[in-house]
């Protein structure tokens, strides 16, 4: 591949390194796409959508980009409101069930300016079609960004018309979160979709380890070989390092990726990253600025090379004959991780009884390959 790249955004390592890099969750229809920048770009990105109004620009930019961009359509929890379960209630009535009941009348002035701002519901059927139909389309494409957000507080603001980045600024927030049961009905309808075609999954999860933990199992158990058959990641992962591992023991599809802007915020992160099986790792920028993921990315990967104590590839000299996993570095490992993902059709955990307890058990094994 050749690559070119504008003086104002050098690269941070060799172009035959980075081209084996694979941005897994970033937003760069958040902001303006330049033509340059999409043609300048040496890794491979998963390009997520999150709202309505964005699901036809990830798939216009992977349409004239299919080399760089994996195009990834769903409905991020923080805009799951939106989306009707039952169509026949009124725009009133639908956001009235969600965020009033009859016992809160506090909340009720706050309730009738929020509602004036927020759009018409969609129903969730007219959603999943138009997914399922955006899946179809592209073959490659991954579930993405979908998941639960327990924090997540509505903001007083219409929505915004992309590019998201230049229109949305410090925005007054109101008192209402979106019910945990909501997110899930919306979430486990895409996820339904995602067994059906076979995809892959963009996970978003933020103040809900046990929710997310409790959905897990209960996927795995509803769908059992077919669950298996596609790969989960926990993006910008925030799960704390013993939950994580209690997943990876129990779910042999299950993957977690980090990235500076969100995980370096934590110093806990170096301990997730400890904690992480070798071949369960993927790397991510999560910005929202196609010039900056390069870098961003590759910081993720630098982070990931000093806890793991893997070297940094400084060239790209590897053949086939390169099997022996102790002698990779960073970026062949991780490229490695990125093949299993996107393969699927997982290993299922199988249960082993000893005389002392119940051992999980996987024929992948979590020692390093």
């Known amino acids: 591949m050749t690559i070119s790249n504008s003086s104002d955004f050098p690269l941070p390592a060799p172009a035959s390194v980075l081209e084996h890099i694979t941005d897994v969750h970033c937003h ?30 990830v798939r216009d930019l992977a349409k004239a980009n299919p080399d760089r961009v994996t195009p990834c359509f769903g409905y991020h929890p923080w805009f799951s409101h939106w989306i009707a379960l039952d169509p026949s209630k009124s725009k009133e009535e639908h956001y009235r069930s969600l965020f009033l009941d009859n016992s809160n009348t506090q909340n009720t002035d706050a309730f009738e300016r929020l ?41 007083f603001v219409a929505p915004s ?6 229109n949305e600024s410090r925005r007054e927030l109101s008192p209402f979160t979106i019910p945990l049961s909501h997110q899930l009905a919306v979430l486990e309808a895409q996820l339904e979709l995602a067994v059906q075609l076979k995809r892959n999954v963009s996970v978003h999860s933020v103040k809900s380890q046990q929710a997310t933990t409790e959905l897990l199992d209960k996927m795995k158990a509803k769908y059992r070989k077919d669950w298996d058959a596609i790969s989960i990641d926990m993006h910008s992962c925030g799960l704390s390092a013993q939950t994580w591992q209690n997943i990876e023991k129990k779910h042999a599809n299950v993957y977690l990726s980090l990235s500076t802007v969100i995980n370096s915020r934590s110093p806990s992160h170096k301990e997730l990253i400890a904690a ?6 993927l790397v991510e920028s999560d910005y929202n600025d196609i010039r900056y993921l390069t870098r961003q990315t590759w910081d993720m990967v630098r982070t990931i090379a000093e806890v793991k104590g893997w070297r940094i590839e400084s060239e790209w000299t590897y053949t086939d004959e390169d099997v022996d996993v102790e002698k990779w570095g960073v970026v062949k490992r991780l490229e ?13 955990v199988k249960r082993r009884r000893d005389r002392r307890k119940m051992e999980l058990d996987s024929d992948e094994s979590d020692a390093e390959w």
């Not at 043609?39 to 709202?51: E, N, Q, S, V, W």
Request: proline share 14%.
């Open 28 to 57: 760069p229809t958040d902001s303006r796409v330049p033509e340059q920048a999409i043609k300048d770009l040496p890794i491979r990105i998963c390009a997520m959508a999150t709202r309505p109004s964005d699901q036809s620009l």
């Open 115 to 155: 509602v004036a701002l927020l759009p018409p519901p969609i129903s969730l059927t007219a959603i999943l079609s138009e997914l399922r139909q955006n899946l179809t389309d592209f073959p490659n494409a991954m579930l993405g960004e979908v998941g639960l957000d327990r924090a997540c507080r509505i903001p």
């Open 161 to 166: 018309d992309p590019p998201y980045v230049e």
């Open 276 to 281: 992480c099986a070798p071949h369960r790792i």
């Open 336 to 348: 490695d991780n990125w093949l299993r993902f996107q393969s699927a059709n997982h290993i299922p």
